[in-house]
């Protein structure tokens, strides 16, 4: 169906509509072969809270977006390459049901459907898609992906000293390795994570500790470290706060 779709008229209509509700800002989609294969809102857990971002899904790319006047105009476009993503389910606890992992080297975050139908049908077409296209390239599931990040209310302390209290004054910040929220005490280092980042991001003293000494790592950050050199937290962390509104 797919590979019929693929130069139909009807597809680049889709994809076009699509093109024309991120505007601008948006990155061009149509390409020789794209094919749109759904749509949909989906929950997507974020550092804050949990917020409504709408998603499609190509036969090569997810792409997701902050609406802005529903079905009609998105911004913040991100786009996600197939081949890099993997996907778990994630069990149901409280409110938060029907949700999955979306797990990628540079970034991984949950997601959560209205219906348990919903969430199936999601998982099946991208683990179809992922599959194609390694199917086509010869290329291996990546091994690596980023830690998803806790979401900042289920820490009120440091989840690496146990001590530090959140307050207005005492900041979140997130380890890029484990994604645990800790304090800024226990996060003054930065290392190089190529996958992540062209530059060092923050990492907290453990995961440093483990990166600077080529030791493994837990297995809640499922992924090698890096043979980078690691880099001491001598610049300001401006982009700690880069993913603050999603």
């Given at each position: 169906m797919v590979d019929r779709l693929a130069n139909s008229e009807a597809?680049?209509?889709r994809i076009a509509v699509v093109e024309g509700c991120f505007?601008?800002?948006?990155?061009?989609l149509a390409i020789p072969g794209r094919v749109l294969i759904g749509e949909g809102v989906l929950t997507k857990l974020c550092r804050k809270k949990p917020k409504a971002r709408q998603f499609f899904l190509f036969n090569d790319i997810l792409v997701y977006g902050n609406i802005v006047i529903q079905k009609k105009k998105y911004n913040k476009q991100h786009i996600i390459p197939l081949e890099s993503v993997t996907i778990d389910t994630v069990a149901d606890e409280g409110d938060l049901r029907?949700?999955?992992?979306?797990?990628?080297?540079t970034k991984s975050f949950a997601v959560y459907a209205a219906t348990a139908t919903e969430k199936s049908e999601w998982m099946s077409h991208i683990s179809k898609c992922v599959l194609d296209l390694l199917e086509k390239s010869g290329k291996s599931p990546t091994g690596e992906h980023a830690a998803v990040w806790v979401p900042d209310s289920e820490a009120s302390v440091c989840m690496?000293?146990?001590k530090v209290k959140f307050t207005p004054v005492s900041r979140r910040h997130h380890c890029r390795k484990c994604g645990f929220?800790?304090?800024g005490p226990c996060s003054e280092k930065k290392f190089l994570l190529p996958s992540q980042s062209s530059k060092p991001v923050r990492v907290c003293e453990?995961?440093?500790?483990?990166?600077a000494t080529g030791a493994t790592l837990p297995v809640r950050s499922n992924s090698r470290p890096p043979s980078s050199k690691f880099c001491p937290n001598?610049?300001?962390d401006d982009e700690d706060e880069d993913d603050s509104s999603d």
């Amino acid at each position: 169906m797919v590979d019929r779709l693929a130069n139909s008229e009807a597809n680049s209509k889709r994809i076009a509509v699509v093109e024309g509700c991120f505007g601008t800002a948006g990155q061009p989609l149509a390409i020789p072969g794209r094919v749109l294969i759904g749509e949909g809102v989906l929950t997507k857990l974020c550092r804050k809270k949990p917020k409504a971002r709408q998603f499609f899904l190509f036969n090569d790319i997810l792409v997701y977006g902050n609406i802005v006047i529903q079905k009609k105009k998105y911004n913040k476009q991100h786009i996600i390459p197939l081949e890099s993503v993997t996907i778990d389910t994630v069990a149901d606890e409280g409110d938060l049901r029907n949700g999955w992992l979306i797990k990628t080297p540079t970034k991984s975050f949950a997601v959560y459907a209205a219906t348990a139908t919903e969430k199936s049908e999601w998982m099946s077409h991208i683990s179809k898609c992922v599959l194609d296209l390694l199917e086509k390239s010869g290329k291996s599931p990546t091994g690596e992906h980023a830690a998803v990040w806790v979401p900042d209310s289920e820490a009120s302390v440091c989840m690496r000293c146990q001590k530090v209290k959140f307050t207005p004054v005492s900041r979140r910040h997130h380890c890029r390795k484990c994604g645990f929220v800790v304090c800024g005490p226990c996060s003054e280092k930065k290392f190089l994570l190529p996958s992540q980042s062209s530059k060092p991001v923050r990492v907290c003293e453990f995961c440093f500790d483990q990166l600077a000494t080529g030791a493994t790592l837990p297995v809640r950050s499922n992924s090698r470290p890096p043979s980078s050199k690691f880099c001491p937290n001598n610049v300001s962390d401006d982009e700690d706060e880069d993913d603050s509104s999603d």
